[in-house]
């Protein structure tokens, strides 16, 4: 059975797979990796979603009576890391009925399975920025923004227009706007647009484009997420 790593979504998953693939070995690493976690979308972070998710993890251990790493990454939005780490707490205790008691993010603990004599490692880790946002916090934080003409534009314009004539719109729309503009207008090609569908889907655009965001920056947050990360790629 291999390592799991649970994720809000499709998107979420081809930039934290971005990382891992080439961010999280380091330079001995020749080899490449046999086999890699196995990605699990919630298709929207939901409690039901993610218990039924668990359980599905819980009901394949069982079958391969192996020991795998267990991994859960979600945005902080506008919780803090503590009421995150007691959402996904209360969430994890019962789906694998036993006391999940973990205390901070970004490490593991083992716990075990009595009924079945396994275990199991679990850790979390929480995507944002300065405490608080999502990951697409970070990924603006480390986009070229120096050529994000289009984008900057859209963000500007927009907000001072809506202004003009009384509405507001959400900064979390207002980010992700500005994340598919820049993808599409200032980094695709004009050849690229015609299939700009497709070729904005992040796993699509990080081959097309990896160097249009900047994964070696020194972020702590980024850090931190490739420390997670790095877990997986023994």
């Not at 927009?158 to 009384?166: H, I, R």
Request: charged fraction near 30%; glycine fraction near 4%; proline fraction near 2%.
């Amino acid at each position: 059975m291999s390592n799991k790593i649970i994720v809000e979504s499709f998107n979420d998953q081809a930039v934290y797979k971005h990382i891992l693939d080439n961010f999280c070995r380091s330079e001995a690493d020749i080899e490449p990796i046999d086999s890699g976690p196995d990605w699990v979308e919630l298709d929207g972070l939901e409690e039901t979603k993610l218990l039924t998710k668990l359980q599905e993890i819980q009901s394949d251990l069982i079958r391969a009576q192996k020991t795998p790493k267990v991994g859960i990454i979600i945005d902080l939005d506008n919780s803090s890391i503590t009421d995150r780490i007691v959402f996904l707490n209360k969430i994890c205790t019962k789906a694998f009925s036993i006391n999940i008691d973990i205390e901070n993010s970004n490490e593991f603990k083992t716990y075990n399975l009595h009924e079945y004599d396994l275990d199991f490692e679990l850790g979390y880790y929480f995507s944002g920025l300065d405490g608080q946002g999502e990951l697409e916090h970070i990924l603006k934080a480390i986009a070229d923004t120096s050529t994000s003409h289009h984008a900057n534009c859209l963000e500007q314009g927009w907000v001072t227009c809506l202004e003009k004539k009384d509405k507001t719109v959400k900064d979390k729309d207002l980010r992700k706007l500005w994340m598919d503009f820049y993808k599409r207008m200032d980094c695709l090609t004009p050849k690229q647009r015609k299939q700009a569908k497709e070729n904005v889907r992040w796993d699509k655009f990080l081959d097309l484009h990896p160097d249009k965001f900047d994964f070696s920056k020194d972020i702590k947050e980024l850090n931190e997420c490739k420390s997670f990360l790095s877990k997986f790629s023994i």
